[in-house]
Structure formats: C-alpha cells, structure tokens
Nanobody, 117 residues
Framework: QVQLVESGGGLVQPGGSLRLSCAAS????????MGWYRQVAGKGRESVAI?????TYADSVKGRFTLSRDNAKNTVYLQMNSLKPEDTAVYLC?????????????WGQGTQVTVST
C-alpha cells in the first residue's frame, strides 16, 4: 500500500504563485511516474504535469507551471506561477508505482486551488 500526502493549496490572486507538494510513502515500492491532475466540478479529470520516463505538461500550463521531483524522498513539487482564474480546481496527486512486480496507480485526496480576487 502506498499513501500520497498533498499540501500547498489555497487561495491566491490572479498572477500569483503557489507550490504544491506530494509525498509518497509505503514499503517496498518504486515510483514509475508522479505528477498532478486537476478536476473542476462537473468536468473530467485533466492531466496537468507528469514526470516519469518523459515529462509532460498540459498546453494550458506550459511556461507557467514547473514540476520537479525528489527521487530520494519520493516527492513531487508543482510550482505554479502566473496563476489564472481558469486554474481554479481540485488538484490531485498521481503516482504510478511498482510493488512486487505489479504496477499500481494511486491518487491523493486532492487539494483546492482557488485563483480569485
């Protein structure tokens, strides 16, 4: 079993910055990929930034968001700059891990990011 613990959401004005973090913990697992999705009520889940063998970003966040990963701590950080009201969403940490030869997907509980005046 792997647990994902998120932190860093909140309320910020347009143009501001926030940093999200997500730490994976458990026993005997290896991380294949970690990153963030986001979801707005009534809409589907959107991939924001994922770092695995390759790094991918949603077109809407390229140049504004930066994903970094500390492999030793199994932690990812999402630095979000120049935030816009349309970035408002619940941000969910995502991890794909291998445990005992089996690949599993885990999700965090979600952290609210609100961009508003």
């Amino acid at each position: 079993q792997v647990q994902l613990v998120e932190s860093g959401g909140g309320l910020v004005q347009p143009g501001g910055s926030l940093r999200l973090s997500c730490a994976a913990s458990g026993s005997s697992f290896s991380v294949n990929a970690m990153g963030w999705y986001r979801q707005v009520a009534g809409k589907g889940r959107e991939s924001v930034a994922i770092k695995g063998a390759v790094e991918t970003y949603a077109d809407s966040v390229k140049g504004r968001f930066t994903l970094s990963r500390d492999n030793a701590k199994n932690t990812v950080y999402l630095q979000m700059n120049s935030l816009k009201p349309e970035d408002t969403a619940v941000y969910l940490c995502y991890a794909q891990v291998t445990v005992g030869g089996t690949v599993w997907t885990y999700w965090g509980q979600g952290t609210q990011v609100t961009v508003s005046t």
